[in-house]
């Protein structure tokens, strides 16, 4: 490790397995790898390229071994102080499959992954870690059988360098806050297992418009929607007052739920509908909630965790507990700040062109070292030490 005793932890850090790859350039529609003559040069060689969605601009983009290849993963990681990664595979998982393919291929991918991590390097030092530790995969598309997404959650939790799942937003076709899910959550709260919660669909396109602006809209704004719309539906299904013990990480800082929390109170309480609903006021359950620090920016980490940190003054619905001495600034970013995890979205925003380091991880860095009333034990659990407890590596 090159920051002494403390660790670097990267808990958003994609990849495709080479299982799925190989799936990928099986196919012939989106999601899909295809090749196609390298339109760099002109010299016959050809280029990879992903497909995530239809309607991706400029056919998609290219694609190579860091996408894939450990040895990669590990370079980046070195490149870039990092000392321990939690990888998870990148959008669109497994939507795109028929129950009985995705069941299959889930449980492939998570012994696969499984063993990508185990035969990782070990950490020199004191620490007896591993460099890669996973997030699994669940059979969650449309008409899944609850059996197998439960007799993959067991799978999982019992792979030991897998420490959580990472999911998209659409469950088994109507989204996280359906019913039919409630044996899922029980299972995911029982095993301890951490969700990430990762988009994909991003909204409706039509809020784009028609000028082209690239990948810019989607990701910048139409990934974080979809993050919110998703975990309020959950928040509003009273899903965390049945499983508090739910462990739940949120991608990009859980898009715009922490500036829309006091929002979303004050439309619950003023609709019947919804008014009864729940056991405690919408701002208290961003308490139950973990948040990456995958926002490029130190005021918004501030706020986030200041949102965070005040969750606890919201219990029940009697409303603001401590409404005449209210917690300090510092308390709060302190508090909030457990729940926050330092990421880097790799392999994804490489630099456009070559650099020793990755802008978009130099950002985020840079972002939790400038945190204003994060003292150096906040920010140095930022960079590692929340993961390592939430991941159970500590
Ligand atoms: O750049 C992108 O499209 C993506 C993506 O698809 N998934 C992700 O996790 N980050 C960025």
Redesign the pocket.
Known sequence: ATHGHRLFVDVHT?VYLPRYASFLRSRTTAPRIFSRPNTDNADGTSEERLL?LDNEPSGG?PVGPQYWDREEKLKFMDRHGIDVSIISS??PWLDFLPASTAHTLANELNEDLETYCSTSPTLTGLHNLKRLYGFGLLPLVPSAPISSLLETIDQISKLPHLRGIIMGTKGIGKGLDDDALEPVWEALAKTGLVVFL?P?YGVDSNAWGEKENG?VLP?ALG?PFETTTAITRLILSGTFDRHPTLRILL?HSGGTLPLLSSRLASCIAHDPLVASRLQHDARHYLGNLYFDAVAYGAEELGFVSDVIGRAGAYEGKAGRKDADGKVGLDERRRVGSERMLFGT?HP??PPLSETEKWMSVVENLDAIESVDGWTEKEKDAVRGGNALKLFGLS
Do not use: V
């Open positions: 994609h995530i983009r990148a959008n990762h994909h990948h990701l990934f991608a979205d994804f925003f």
